[in-house]
């Protein structure tokens, strides 16, 4: 979002924007009060607990806690991603999506150049495949592997000619190209002027962006060179952490997807394509990332680890599974498929066809299974010991997971291994006790000042104007605190904001679920005077805190012997301030 697409321009399409019309689009919605409800379209319910509120411009289910925008809802509900949610919104109000012109306009141009060069240089490698004199040996490789030239094409498949400066010489015809193979990470600058192409000697294989557009390579050897395959470097447009080959192919093959294989790597991707099996996808050279996990689960409800049956496959499958655990919750699934000693996906589909290796999908092994399993391992459930490891090896991982029916499920799993309580796990209080019941009017009591203010905020963002120098909490200290003064500022210059869009300036950032949770919660009141005289009150109980807090500093270094002149003026009003 930062530097693509100008806050101005999400704001007022979140603005332009009714989410109740765009919500009953795809999912009926009654109405009940000042909001809108009906049964959640992200798990399934017989009793309705998804709300939509239409002055928030924000939606919320009670029951599996799924929560966002109008933004949010295409993502989650078309499997979007950001920038296609974004454009998809703005035709919808009938909006060009304006390029940033700010500083980050230099950026953006850039990126644009870079898709541009990296296009360009896709098709050369694909056109090098057919009519290099050194081709023959890297189509040989191919038909070796049983690739046909229709898979091949498909994927775009190319060959970068052995020798240093083939792309570019190339492309290379100007300083301003060559600064853009640089920035593309074609080519590779030496250390006393002068560059040389990164992929020499090697089968090719465009990645590409959710859009189509080629963001990145991979590239692998066909002689002696190391490292067998190498991949492009960080890009301002590939990040490997993110990116997954095969996805875009997947998704324009498959109209509705709903499974994804991941795999190791491109030849895997391509040759179980070759068979048909048209929803697999590779990781780029690094393990399973909370993106890639996000971005999947984004597209299909189901993910099917594929891993070779060395250790090396299963010590990729138990990081694999660590990092999958905080992304579990109902209504997904992970599991884990190993093969043959010796095997890839490659070898083996080649070897039983699709329906065998399809039939070894169906048979993989869940996450909760290889989870006890692999940790079980660890320790002899047999004794007293080993069932009080097992509950120590869980514990860090469950109190990852999040809270739901999966979390109870797995903590009870667990219980039963240990022949321990479910109550004397303590993995995780709030988990462990019953949740209560969501009402239309339920308040927590116990909201600090400070959660206060921004739970205020979030329902009647009007009120920032009341707040006064939003700096003076600053010194409050902690996340919290930064927080209310960003909000404050951000408020205060744009007092037009709804809830909706108050959330999307904190989009994939921590303190976005800590709004989002206070986003949710309901005022017993709704009279004017009495909402400004609970923020007015809240502030002053804020501010006391922050005097009191500082007040506390200063005598602790006072009786260090360390105040300063000013910090003993300072100290002396604080507290004389009652009087």
């Known amino acids: 979002m930062a530097g693509r697409i100008p806050q101005q321009f999400i704001d007022e399409l979140i603005s332009r924007t009714d989410i109740v019309e765009l919500i009953n689009e795809h999912v009926p919605l009654k109405k009940a009060g000042r909001e809108f409800t009906a049964c959640c379209p992200f798990h399934d319910e017989k009793t309705p607990s998804f709300t939509v509120s239409p002055t928030k411009q924000f939606f919320h289910c009670f029951g599996c806690g799924a929560h966002g925008t109008a933004l949010g809802f295409l993502m989650d509900y078309e499997h979007l991603d950001f920038v296609e949610s974004v454009h998809d919104l703005a ?42 004199t050194d081709a023959q040996h890297a189509v040989d490789y191919l038909k070796k592997r049983g690739l046909s030239g229709e898979t091949a094409a498909a994927f775009g498949v190319g060959f970068a000619p052995p020798g240093w400066d083939n792309l570019l010489r190339a492309f290379g015809s100007s300083a301003e190209q060559i600064e853009h193979l640089l920035k593309a990470g074609l080519i590779i600058e030496k250390e006393h002027g002068g560059s040389y192409d990164r992929f020499r000697n090697r089968i090719m294989f465009p ?40 996805l875009h192919e997947a998704r324009k093959t498959v109209r509705k997807l709903e499974r994804i294989v991941v795999v190791e790597g491109y030849m895997d991707v391509i040759s179980l394509a070759q068979h048909k099996l048209y929803y697999a996808v590779a990781t780029l050279g690094t393990a399973t990332t909370a993106e890639h996990l996000k971005r999947l689960f984004r597209i299909v409800p189901e993910l099917v680890f594929c891993f070779d049956g060395d250790r090396a496959g299963r010590e990729a499958a138990v990081r694999a599974m660590e990092n999958a655990i905080p992304e579990m919750r109902e209504g ?25 290796f399809e039939a070894r999908i169906a048979d993989s092994v869940t996450l909760s299974q290889f989870f ?165 009150g809240a502030l002053v109980r804020l501010e006391q805190q922050l005097k009191n807090r500082r007040a506390e500093e200063l005598l602790h270094k006072a009786q260090a012997g360390l105040l300063s002149t000013k910090e003993k003026d300072e100290l002396q009003q604080l507290l004389n301030r009652d009087n």
């Open 207 to 246: 990645i590409h962006d959710t859009r189509g557009r080629v963001i990145g390579f991979g590239g692998r050897v066909l002689g002696d060179d190391t490292p067998k395959y190498l991949n492009s470097p960080e890009t301002p447009v590939f990040h490997k952490g993110r990116e997954l080959y095969g």
């Open 91 to 132: 035709v919808r109000a009938n909006l060009p999506v304006p390029v940033e012109t700010t500083t980050s306009a230099g950026h953006q141009q850039d990126s644009s150049k870079l898709y541009t060069i990296l296009g360009e240089a896709a098709t050369w490698f694909c056109q090098q495949l057919r009519q290099h």
């Open 332 to 356: 997904r699934q992970i599991s884990f498929m190993f093969l043959p000693e010796g095997e890839d996906p490659d070898s083996q589909i080649q070897a039983e066809g699709r329906g065998n």
């Open 372 to 536: 006890f399993d692999h940790l079980t391992a660890q320790a002899d459930i047999a004794t007293m010991e080993g069932r009080a490891r097992l509950v120590e090896l869980a514990r860090p991982h469950l109190q990852r997971l999040r809270r739901g029916i999966f979390r109870e499920m797995m903590l009870t799993r667990l219980g039963e291994l240990s022949q321990v309580k479910l109550a004397q796990l303590s993995v995780g209080n709030k988990t462990t006790t019953k949740k209560q019941p969501y009402g239309k009017n339920r308040v927590k009591s116990a909201l600090s000042p400070l959660r206060l203010v921004v739970a205020l905020l979030l329902q009647y963002p009007g009120l920032a104007v009341l707040a006064g120098e939003p700096q003076r909490f600053r010194h409050f200290g902690g996340t919290g605190a930064n927080l209310l003064v960003q909000l404050l500022e951000l408020l205060q210059t744009n007092p037009e904001l709804k809830t909706g869009a108050v959330l999307e300036r904190w989009r994939d950032q921590e303190e976005g679920s800590y709004l989002a949770k206070l986003a949710q919660w309901k005022p017993p009141f709704e009279d004017t005077d009495r909402l400004e005289a609970e923020f007015s």
